[in-house]
């Protein structure tokens, strides 16, 4: 099959057809899934000041030479410090602040006596205090000035992607506004006069539109705007009208019409503007890709369902990351043991819908049909894709592979 590309030769020219769209400062709020184009700096040290770690006392540690629950130290509580306090009250020799966790070390404590190591606790915190147990050693229980990040330290780096936790970061930083790529708009297009929309009973030779909907939902999810969702029929004049409401768009995906039969609308518009390939793979063989003269980057995907998913995880999803200048463009793998057998065809590689059990280290099928690439509702099911090399003809109950997971 040497007429057929290899995954990773059309993948590189799907990569190298990117260029990082333009950046744009949006406020915190504002950023979730964005991917980030310069770096977030610490505006602060943090934490900003020395501060408990827990609720009870802020000590001197020479004053519990020798304590133990037969030998408590009895300690005078002078003064009590709640978080947000901005006191720093002085600490003579046998004395103690009630402290509470967030709250300033004064410069005086060298550690920190929970509560729980005291006879009275919480109930018995104020005027005096005896100490069972001593601190392990000095500066125990006590947060220190910087210890998390520095000012002017790198909190965030350009390509990480804006989830929640780096939000905290962000904010925890003493940033409220960060510099972001501005998201891939992308059209999606499904071909095909068959087609009907979802919820209309299909007549005799007709079905469900669900690519359409199927990339709408993973566009979104890879942190792209979905600019237009439409359908057009087997015309190929159809082509450039959806391609002339689509000009806002930076990414048009195009599934259906790019085989070789007879009526196959985006082959016969685009075929003297993007390249028709086959790739070594399955599902998801015949693939189209090019750039038009205004930039756009068009793709043109099989119009079988589950050739859909492989095809936007492989080439179209890498892509979209790539965009935004996205660090890594990749699912992350996980190497597991097939708990079935099944046959894959030689020569170009599977990528198998598939259900894994994390705990067991295993994969199977998703559903008993295989990889087949029609298998639309059976796709539900799938959490993941077994990837199986080309030059293997049978997976066997224990063989190692390669899986592709799908959060």
Do not use: C
Not at 88 to 96: C, K, T, V
């Amino acid at each position: 099959m040497t007429d057929l590309l290899t995954v990773e030769d059309h993948r590189a020219r799907v990569l190298a057809a990117v260029a990082v769209l333009p950046a744009e400062s949006v406020p915190l709020s504002e950023a979730s899934g964005r991917t980030l184009a310069e770096p977030v700096l610490a505006a602060h040290d943090l934490p900003g000041f020395d501060n408990s770690a827990m609720d009870g006392f802020a000590v001197h540690f020479a004053d519990f030479e020798g304590t133990d629950a037969e030998n408590p130290a009895t300690l005078r509580v002078i003064a009590d410090l709640p978080a947000g306090s901005s006191d720093d009250p002085s600490i003579g020799e046998g004395e103690a602040v009630r402290i509470m966790t967030g709250a300033p070390v004064p410069a005086d404590a060298d550690a920190i006596v929970p509560f729980e190591d005291t006879a009275g606790g919480l109930a018995d915190s104020l005027g005096t205090v005896t100490v069972l147990r001593a601190p392990a050693a000095s500066g125990v229980f006590i947060r220190r000035r910087g210890g998390d990040t520095r000012a002017g330290d790198v909190v965030l780096s350009p390509g990480e992607r804006l989830g929640p936790f780096a939000l905290g970061a962000a904010a925890a930083a003493g940033v409220d506004t960060v510099a972001v790529t501005r998201r891939p708009r992308v059209a999606v297009v499904s071909t095909g006069s068959e087609l009907v929309a979802p919820g209309r009973t299909p007549g005799r030779g007709q079905t469900p539109d669900s690519n359409a909907t199927l990339l709408a939902a993973v566009v979104a999810r890879a942190d792209a705007d979905v600019e237009l969702v439409d359908r057009i029929g087997d015309d190929p004049a159809g082509i450039d009208s959806v391609l002339a409401r689509a000009a806002r768009a930076d990414v048009v995906v195009f599934t259906g019409g790019v085989s070789a039969g007879a009526y196959e609308p985006v082959r016969l518009a685009l075929a003297d503007r993007i390249a028709f390939d086959k790739v070594a793979m399955q599902p998801g063989k015949p693939q189209a890709f090019g750039v038009l003269d205004d930039g756009r980057l068009v793709f043109g995907l099989p119009g079988n369902p589950v050739s859909v998913a492989v095809s936007f995880e492989v080439f179209v999803r890498p892509a979209l990351l790539a965009l935004q200048g996205r660090a890594s463009v990749d699912r992350p793998l996980a190497r597991l043991t097939a708990s079935e057998s099944w046959t894959t065809p030689l020569g170009r590689r599977q990528y198998l819908p598939a259900v894994v059990d994390l705990v067991a280290g295993t994969v199977r099928p998703a559903t008993a049909g295989g990889s087949g690439s029609h298998l639309a509702a059976s796709l539900a099911r799938a959490e993941a894709f077994a990837i199986v090399p080309a030059e293997v003809s049978t997976v066997s109950v224990g063989d190692p592979l390669d899986v592709m997971l799908i959060p």
